[in-house]
């Protein structure tokens, strides 16, 4: 027998108004999955994508997992998002406040008034009972608002601000600091979704560098780095950026990484990246849904269904097994499908498989599309996770077992 901790999902969309939207939108999601009352045990619920607040306490505790984090408010609509995390059972929870695109926060940062921000970013954690600073596609709700964002790069300005998003970035891991918040600021990267991305990942992980040069933990988390791993300049030729992620997170101890592994099948995105959702409804045509938080930020949610014989959802499920089995520290790793976004979390024992076991990815490849896994690294890769791995590798341990 193993005796472990309970699991911790440091990103995963359980509470909130998105949250919501996606059940309301997704009618079908609800007709064949549920759970039927035990009176005096537990509540019954539906869903598999977006479950209800019961079921997913339930089925993640079932799991062993014990803490989760919702990563995406809008700070005007946390008290509904609170209200949600209150009705999920057993576990512990928190949320992150969406920051990058606040009027006030902007105004702040384009001053350089970093105390001042700091202060007003204390405010919000308190009246909200926030735990870390989020940032998504930095700055792009505010262009969004202007009927521009769609891939805004990490060094374009924004507009009404003299701005752009890596001095977002940047300032905002500042202010983490000064604040001296638990978790370091969690990063949705620009461009997310785009062929070629996985520059400007690379990028926005070394943008901030230097602030960690002295400290010995990360300063920047890049979150469900799968969808920010893209190499290529089209659809038509995209392949895997995972091996230079990888190597960048080998080679820097300032960053942490979760995966967004994607599980083949059925799912509902949904994120603070409006501009990538409606480009995301042009692709798959269906369901949409968008909106805007007053001077916060942005939201879209889309339907989508990962293919195992689509070249491109081949390429996305390699991407995220990749950097999980390339990068050294498994400690600054954790096993994500961005739920529902890649995929139900309900699927992690699934993604924790094919991390141990070379024999059931190899099982996968005689499923999914060839072309698209020769666009990858990781029919090479021999590495399988196992429970001897309970410290940070070195450059003189063996990785492949």
Known sequence: MVVMPGGIDIHSHIAGPKVNAGRIMRP?????????????????????????????????????WTTVFEPATPPLETRHTHEELDDIPILDKGCFPLLDSNWFVLDYLQNKEYEKCATFIGWIMDAIKGYAVKIVDPGV??????????????????????????????S???????????????VHCNRLGFPGNYTCTIDTMDAVSDLGLNVDFPVIHITHVQFTGYAGDSWATLRSGGEEIAKYVNNHKHVSIDLGQVIFGDST??????????????????????????????????????????????VQWCIGLEVALLVKDPWRIFPT??????????????????????KAREKMFEQVNR?????????????EYDLQLYQPLTENMTFMK
């Open 28 to 64: 079908e999601d609800h007709y064949k999955i549920f759970m039927r009352m035990v009176l005096g045990v537990r509540r019954s619920g539906t869903g598999r994508t977006t479950p209800s607040t019961n079921m997913i306490g339930y089925k993640y505790a079932r799991m062993g």
């Open 141 to 170: 709700a505010e262009a969004w608002g202007w009927g521009r964002g769609v891939g805004l790069c990490l060094d374009d300005p924004i507009p009404g601000y003299n701005l752009t998003p890596k001095e977002i970035v940047r």
């Open 172 to 186: 905002l891991c500042k202010v983490n600091s000064m604040l001296k918040l638990p978790h370091p600021i969690h």
């Open 269 to 314: 995105t949904m994120t603070a990246d409006a501009p990538f959702e409606f480009v995301l409804h042009h692709l798959a045509p269906g369901k949409w849904t968008s909106a805007d938080v007053e001077a916060e930020t942005s939201s879209g949610i889309v339907p989508y269904k990962y293919k195992k014989k689509n070249l491109v959802n081949t």
């Open 337 to 358: 499908t961005d739920h529902p976004n890649a995929g139900p979390f309900t699927s992690y024992p699934t993604v924790l498989s094919w991390l141990i076991s070379k």
């Open 371 to 383: 072309r698209g896994l020769r666009r990858t690294a990781l029919p090479a890769i021999d590495r």
